[in-house]
């Protein structure tokens, strides 16, 4: 049918057109994601996650060489530990001497043993340098440990910071690996989405081509069948007139009376336009007409003639 044609048609350019719309838009994502992932961006992207492994390696080789040197420094703040314990210890013992001497010498005074408080004394007096030497080599001894100590600290809050610096540098690595990989990818997608779009693009345009082609709009002629009806040559039927025979009907007697009276009407009114052929002119009318042609009517069209 001509309207169901029609509408596929319809629906067949609609397709195109949408496809068509879809295959532009699909270019215009892919110029943008060329344009996003173009090569000197992907180039600076390159040059930045290249400077950052440096820095991150530097760092972790870094870190790794001041941490080689925690364990001897380590080692040097339990030595100036042990020396300094040794000092307090020092300190402790020559005090402890002292506070007997001052004691002896108490008791002595009460003795009255000048000779040996004199030497009481002299005992206490050089007890009393001792303490105060062996308490100037604690204060050195704490000195030395507080700066090995601090020195330990400060390495490993080096090592701490390298590390955290190395991490740091390996997060921008990685932060722009992830943007040039996924500018790639959006490359690819957009690229594969219109490679698609073009196919559908094609596919929908074959279509619509298909569905406009005079083959499917143009509809069929219809040319009747051989063996149907056709309207029937009237006859006449034979036989004498003088028998009788084979005689029609009334009413087909009233049909050709008739019949003739138009042909003869139609005669003459074809033969006042002077034609040169009124025999087939009349004949053409009166088939026309669907009547059929009696002896006297066509004598009088020759007689006319």
């Known amino acids: 049918p001509t309207g169901a044609v029609a509408l596929q048609t319809e629906d067949a350019t609609a397709a195109k057109e949408k496809a068509y719309a879809a295959m532009q838009e699909a270019l215009k994502n892919l110029e943008a994601a060329k344009d996003a992932a173009s090569p000197e961006k992907i180039a600076r992207f390159n040059d930045d996650i290249a400077r950052f492994q440096e820095l991150r390696d530097k760092m972790v080789a870094q870190a790794a060489e001041l941490r080689e040197s925690l364990p001897a420094m380590q080692a040097d703040v339990d030595a100036a530990q042990a020396k300094y314990d040794e000092a307090i210890n020092r300190v402790s013992e020559l005090q402890a001497k002292l506070d007997k001497k001052l004691e002896a010498l108490k008791a002595l005074e009460a003795l009255g043993d000048e000779e040996l408080v004199e030497t009481t004394k002299q005992q206490i007096k050089q007890l009393r340098s001792e303490i105060v030497t062996a308490k100037a080599q604690e204060d050195s001894c704490k000195t030395g440990l507080r700066e090995r100590h601090d020195g330990l600290k400060r390495q490993e809050r080096q090592v701490n910071d390298c590390e955290r610096a190395a991490e740091k540098y390996k997060a921008h690595t990685d932060q722009f690996i992830a943007w040039r990989d996924a500018l790639l990818d959006n490359l ?31 509809p069929t002629e ?41 042909a003869d009407t139609t005669v003459g009114k074809l033969a006042n336009t002077g034609d040169t052929a009124p025999s087939a002119i009349a004949l053409a009318a009166i088939a026309a007409a669907g009547l059929g042609i009696t002896a006297t009517a066509t004598r009088r069209i020759r007689n006319s003639k």
């Open 188 to 218: 690819k997608k957009a690229q594969t989405a219109y490679d698609d779009a073009c196919k559908a693009y094609e596919e929908a345009k074959a279509a619509a081509d298909k569905a406009t082609s005079p083959e499917i709009t143009q």
């Open 222 to 262: 219809t040319t009747p069948p051989s063996n149907s009806a056709q309207p029937a040559e009237a006859t006449q039927p034979t036989g004498s007139s003088a028998t009788g025979k084979n005689t029609p009907p009334s009413s087909t007697k009233q049909a050709n009376s008739s019949s003739g009276k138009q």
